[in-house]
């Protein structure tokens, strides 16, 4: 009985699919059935000290979202064999050693009811939504590909075929900056300092909690009994606010798909052909192709250079690389980047409506965005794509037949040139393939990678003008988000092995409506060890929130302390399993014990009829 007493720190019960999770070493996360107690899935974590809580989806109960000290936040598939599909943030990353950690987290999910037809709504059509699908230019490991652009968060978000609005909520406190941050749909953070500051950095916070019977409202539990709330309500179940951060994280999707297809163009379009382009050089003025041209006469070193730098073997490759390189570069331009320059456009008029149509509501006046940079960006795109098919003209129709024709002509002595014999009065198509020529060989014109470049400038010029619109547009958000501390009236201790008599239960109930803190102790019944304990506050009842496995299971293990046994009320209690209540301007007190505690039943601990669990709290003796 005086044994110490293991219980493990992130136990957590998924009642939709009878799952439960338990971290068996410092380097994995173990999910097993509750039928069978056998292992399902485990989840490596690179040390179980960095996690700091992990949630079951609310709804579906699918993905498992892992919270670590860091503010970053994985998200699995159970059903998929534990596989990582999201990596999200709840803290914005901070460079140097000073960083932030997460002190309590929660993750929420919340089903948003169609509005009444008589509600008072802005006048909202995404245009884009009837619009074709974008999709995104991606590199095997062979060739680029075309794949449909599907948000990553949407493999998580997704509840079926169910077309209810949901809004996922990613709560996160930091106790170091007392600041409180929300990430909103995986993708919008909102950070918000706690208003006084010295006075909350005192505090440890104990826990996140949502507030019982209430949406959008949440609390944090501090170790002295005081507790946080965060009102979101203004936020998350206002449809305007949502659609504005809905559109907002659409345009900056965009913006990221723009960024790395200009890097898949560097990477895979532009760097092959110029590498290739730098490696067969070697002829340094155009005289040799002039004379050739004028006089017919063949040089030796354009002659050499025909048959050994180029041959059979680089022609081939030369006319494969330039086909990829224009039809990849074309393409990319007409499929990702001009669509996606006509969303932003369409996204841009209505995001400037919404804010319009906000703004009269509340009487204030935000900054719009102007799509005049946008449509700079598309005529540069469409210049780009003008240049692009002339030089692939150039490419296809004159030099590449005239260079596989002086090609084979030098190799191969029976070879008859069948090409520009009667075009040497063509005085265009002699100028296309010298000035190609010129671009490719005499000296690399690099002027596809200037317009790139400038492409790139403006692109960066847009984001910057985006990210101050969305910094102004977050004022609207950050007046709604409202943070009140309160302070505790009256604590509450409920000391107890085994079954709590009916008698305490009907105590507790006369507490339902007041101000209350509660604390369990679970007592070791002969030795009054303290073996664990758990603080829980709110303003609705003495629990704080529902009782249920996760909330007991998470209790912190104090270890070896001691209770005096020479307490009048600790003699009562190791005596009989009678209970007494004793209450005073500060707390009030109950006291029961009844049997031993190394295997607590917790429904039968629970009788408040708030949510009992379905299963029982296994104690092991170490």
Known sequence: MGEDIVLDRFLKYNPK?????????????VIKRTSDNVGIVKINVRNIVLLLDYFWDPIDGKYLALFLKDGSVRIYDIFNGGKLISFLRVLPVVLGSDKPSLDCCLWDRIIIPKSGSSELRIPNNDLTESMPTLVKFVQDAKQIDIIPNRSITKLWRSIGNNEKKVVDVHLGYSCSSAQVTILINGEYLIEKTVS?????????????????????????????????????????????????????????????????????IEKSVLAPYYEFLESIGGINDLDVLERLFLIGELDTKLGNWFKETINEKNLKKWSRLGNEFYSNFKQILIIVFVPICERLMVLTNRINGMIKGIDLQESQETSLLNISELQSFLNLVLKLLAELNEDETYFKQDFLPWLTDKVYESINNEYKSVFFKAEYGNNKRILNIIKYFEATVIEIDYSLRTHLNKLKDENEKIINL????????????????????????????????????????NYVQVLMSKDYILEILLVDAVTGTVLLSEKYNSIQNPFGYEITLDNII??????????????????????????????????????????????????????????????SLKLRAA
């Open 17 to 29: 699919y009878g799952l439960f999770g338990m971290n068996e070493d410092n380097h994995s996360l």
């Open 196 to 264: 006084d500051i010295n006075q909350i950095q005192k505090k440890m916070p104990i826990s996140l909690n949502k507030k019982e019977c209430c949406e959008a409202i949440y609390e944090i539990h501090f170790d002295d009994y005081s507790r946080l709330q965060i009102d979101l309500t203004g936020i998350l179940l206002n449809d305007d606010k949502l659609d504005l951060i809905e559109t907002q994280i659409k345009m900056t999707n965009h913006f990221d798909l723009i960024k790395d297809h200009f890097n898949l």
């Open 466 to 505: 985006f990210q101050k619109f969305s910094k102004s547009s977050l004022k609207t958000c950050l007046s709604e988000f409202e943070t009140k501390l309160f302070e505790p009236k009256k604590a509450v201790k409920l000391l107890a092995c085994g079954k709590i008599c009916n008698d305490v239960c």
């Open 554 to 615: 998470s209790c912190t293990l104090v270890g070896t302390e001691k209770v005096n046994k020479d307490d009048t009320y600790m003699q009562d209690i190791l005596a009989g399993g009678n209970s007494l209540v004793q209450e005073n301007d500060d707390k009030i007190e109950i006291y029961a014990v009844f049997g031993t505690a190394l295997d607590v039943d917790i429904e039968n601990i629970i009788q408040v009829k708030l949510h009992p669990p379905k299963i």
